[in-house]
T-cell receptor, first 112, second 112 residues
């Protein structure tokens, strides 16, 4: 079955710098790749997603890139701010918006 | 508008007891999902409703777990004969067809 690996488990960056979180997946038929942000005591919140027919998608300070050949995708956050501190999860699925296989999460810490 | 609402936010119960967890989806969302999240992990799919019927219950771990959505809106997740291993955060999400999931803040279940 599908397996999603996420790195790093913890990432600490200076406020204003960029943060990059990487995920790899095993199922070459996966075609939907969302990223979720989860703050303490809250449910995951979708921040950006990408489908396999595009290689990159951007929304203000957040971008996701997808390399289907290498089966990896990455989240890029530029100009980081204190409110970006949270746990970020990547996920992958095949033709489904709910049968997601999730990464283990990355705790992002923004240092003032 | 209001998001997905889950009650209670916290539930402590003794091993062997029965518990019910409630989810109020976003108005108009026909799809409803239950997930379980253990500490330091991504959510794990339990069950998906389309309208009143369970379209996919392949994630329910055993027959102690059951969920209903009798009128196609509010859903209740029921756990019988709770075990300490059932302790986790139970997340509910809702969506429009084939659209991204919107999660509630979860119910933290502790079985003592």
């Amino acid at each position: 079955g599908e397996n999603v690996e996420q790195h790093p488990s913890t990432l600490s960056v200076q406020e204003g710098d960029s943060a990059v979180i990487k995920c790899t997946y095993s199922d070459s038929a996966s075609n939907y790749f969302p990223w979720y942000k989860q703050e303490l005591g809250k449910g995951p919140q979708l921040i950006i997603d990408i489908r396999s027919n595009v290689g990159e998608k951007k929304d203000q300070r957040i971008a996701v890139t997808l390399n289907k050949t290498a089966k990896h995708f990455s989240l890029h956050i530029t100009e980081t701010q204190p409110e970006d501190s949270a746990v970020y999860f990547c996920a992958a699925s095949r033709d489904s918006n709910y049968q997601l296989i999730w990464g283990a999460g990355t705790k992002l810490i923004i240092k003032p | 508008g209001a998001g997905v609402s889950q009650t209670p936010s916290n539930k402590v119960t003794e091993k062997g007891k029965y518990v019910e967890l409630r989810c109020d989806p976003i108005s108009g969302h026909t799809a409803l999902y239950w997930y379980r999240q253990s500490l330091g992990q991504g959510p794990e799919f339990l069950i998906y409703f389309q309208g009143t019927g369970a379209a996919d219950d392949s994630g329910l771990p055993n027959d102690r777990f059951f969920a209903v959505r009798p009128e196609g809106s509010v859903s209740t997740l029921k756990i019988q004969r709770t075990e300490r291993g059932d302790s986790a955060v139970y997340l509910c999400a809702s969506s429009l067809p084939n659209s991204p999931l919107h999660f509630g803040n979860g119910t933290r279940l502790t079985v003592t």
